[in-house]
């Protein structure tokens, strides 16, 4: 969960990285003149009002805050005076050498020397704390966290997991990659981060999410013109936005004003895609849906939804013209789920590639039949909406499911660059990118690893392509309309008995 303090300041969540966030803070101090003192002096007060919230009842309670020597390490020692003039029993911890201090942490040394603030000479001493303030690395760490470092963070994550000491970190848990939230050697482990200024990629991309715990975006300060002129490129979207993007409905309308999808999907025995993504499509609003699909199909599409149009072919002949005027009817087109590699699925997907003049999107076996014909590239529409999981991404670029995780952000926006389509490479966090910006989808959750799942998604972002969404804002709002419904439909069914059929029935709870 995240609260965040910026509300109605941006349209969207920003999320930044290393070098972004760095670019603020340069901009705010060297540019605009605001002494970075006064930046660390509001993150650390807004991390002890923190720290008190969480401990509740602060009296008898100890924290210990364990410092490294840049300026993150300066945020744990402001924190540890400001809570001693508050009345809570503090002390702190250098983990890192103190001759390498940046002015700004020396200062902070050289205040809690003056004042007496105790400190603690062995690693041992943490387990007296009820409260661990990590603020050994934030964005400023750069390379896998070893040796004595690395044995710090294993006593803070000792404490914790004994049950010893809650633990905050302070703007990123150490050792997580501000970018790509990796672990980077080793990273503590937090019940709850407060972070500055605005979220950070590192803290939603797992494994980095699950080492954040709760996190608390706090305004420190920084002037809007420094966040602007950093040029954050990655974006997530919240529930307000819902209101927002969704396509308007008009009293004066019909059928007609909403779009028409065509499905090419399922294969003989392979009935469930077609119908997941024709109903999700129809659930987000379109006006007519149409199912291309074997004939074998027609009776149990007819009766799960018979509000579909239905053309039915035979798979030992396709006929063409058939697809030919399901595609000039169509207003999006939504091609691959369910429908098998066989050769009569490889000449469907080479036909809609090259007749095709409306958005696309491509799902399962069409990404799994473009990645085994390398040739139809060439036929694929610029702006195409691409929605490989993993598994299907490594088919398609070759690349193995380790490396794409080392940079999930990287790999999707590099690929959508490539190729020039969108790309929606689906995960826990699902990753969208136009090859320049990237949104990370934020709901969902894993009751959603559900056979179905990726068909309804499909089937949303051609809903919205019907509507005449642009494709990257279709499918980065597809995703997060997939999974709050997902998340809703958890609330009520848990995540076990969590179907396909359950996303798309707690749609119409998040789309009204
Ligand atoms: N600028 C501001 O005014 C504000 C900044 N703020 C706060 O400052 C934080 C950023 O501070 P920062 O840039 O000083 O970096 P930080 O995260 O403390 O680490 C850098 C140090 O770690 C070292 N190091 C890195 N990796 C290492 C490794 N694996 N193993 C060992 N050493 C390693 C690196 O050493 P070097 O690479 O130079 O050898 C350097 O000494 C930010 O997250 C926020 O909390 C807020 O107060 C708002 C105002
Ligand atoms: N742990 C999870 N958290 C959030 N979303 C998830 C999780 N696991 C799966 N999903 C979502 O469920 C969908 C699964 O798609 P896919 O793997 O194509 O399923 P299928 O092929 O069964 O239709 C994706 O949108 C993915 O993001
Ligand atoms: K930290």
């Not at 001759?99 to 902070?108: D, G, R, V």
């Not at 396509?247 to 119908?275: D, E, H, T, W």
């Not at 058939?322 to 050769?343: K, N």
Request: net charge neutral; proline share 3%.
């Amino acid at each position: 969960m995240y609260y965040c303090y910026r509300k109605k300041r941006y349209i969207m969540i920003y999320l930044a990285n290393s070098r972004e966030m760095k670019s603020i803070d340069t901009y705010s101090i060297e540019t605009l003149g605001i002494p970075s003192a006064v930046l660390m002096e509001r993150a650390a007060y807004a991390t002890a009002v923190r720290i008190c919230e969480v401990l509740k009842d602060t009296e008898g309670k100890k924290v210990i805050a364990v410092c490294g020597s840049g300026n993150n390490g300066g945020d744990g020692l402001a924190v540890v005076r400001i809570l001693t003039t508050m009345g809570v029993s503090s002390a702190w911890y250098m983990a890192g050498d103190t001759a390498k201090a940046t002015k700004e942490t020396a200062l902070q040394i050289k205040i809690l020397e003056n004042m007496k603030v105790p400190r603690c000479r062995s690693l041992d001493e943490l387990t007296q704390a009820d409260l661990i303030v990590d603020a050994i690395f934030g964005i400023g760490l750069t390379r896998p966290v070893e040796g004595n470092f690395a044995r710090t963070v294993e006593a803070i994550n000792r404490c914790r997991a004994i049950g010893r000491a809650a633990v905050c970190a302070v703007d990123i848990p150490s050792g997580i990659s501000t970018d790509t939230g990796q672990v980077l050697g080793c990273a503590v482990e937090a019940d709850f981060t407060v972070t500055f200024g605005t979220l950070k990629t590192g803290l939603v991309l797992y494994p980095g999410a699950c080492h954040s715990g709760q996190v608390f975006v706090e305004n420190i300060g920084f002037p809007i013109e420094a966040t602007d002129q950093a040029r954050i490129h990655t974006f997530a979207f919240e529930k307000e936005d819902i209101v927002r993007y969704l396509p308007k409905r008009q009293a004066y309308s019909n059928k007609g004003s909403y779009g028409r999808v065509l499905v090419i999907a399922g294969s003989k025995n392979m009935a469930g895609a077609c119908f997941f993504s024709a109903r999700a499509a129809y659930n987000c609003g379109c006006g007519l849906v149409r199912v291309f699909t074997v004939q074998e199909n027609h009776d149990v599409i007819l009766e799960k939804l018979p509000e579909a149009v239905l053309t039915t072919y035979d798979s030992t002949l396709v006929d063409m013209d058939l697809l030919d005027q399901a595609i000039e009817w169509a207003d999006s087109v939504v091609l691959g789920p369910g429908l098998t590699c066989a050769p009569y699925a490889v000449n469907i997907v080479a036909y809609t590639l090259k007749h095709c003049k409306v958005p696309l999107v491509i799902d399962a076996d069409g990404l799994n039949i473009i990645a085994g014909n390398g040739s139809l590239w060439d036929s694929v529409p610029q702006n195409t909406v691409f929605t490989p999981h993993l598994g299907e991404m490594s088919r398609l670029s070759s690349m193995p499911v380790g490396q794409m995780c080392l940079d999930l952000p990287k790999t999707c926006r590099e690929f959508a660059k490539n190729h020039g389509i969108i790309c929606v490479l689906k995960d826990a966090r699902t990753i969208v990118s136009d090859g320049a910006n990237c949104f990370i989808n934020l709901s969902g959750n894993d009751g959603m690893a559900t056979g179905g799942s990726g068909d309804v998604l499909s089937g949303i972002i051609g809903g919205f392509l019907a509507q005449k969404m642009d494709p990257l804002t279709a499918a980065a709002f597809g995703c997060f309309v997939h999974g709050l419904a997902g998340d809703a439909a958890r609330k009520e069914k848990g995540a076990y008995g969590l179907l396909a059929s359950d996303i798309i029935q707690y749609m119409s709870k998040i789309i009204r």
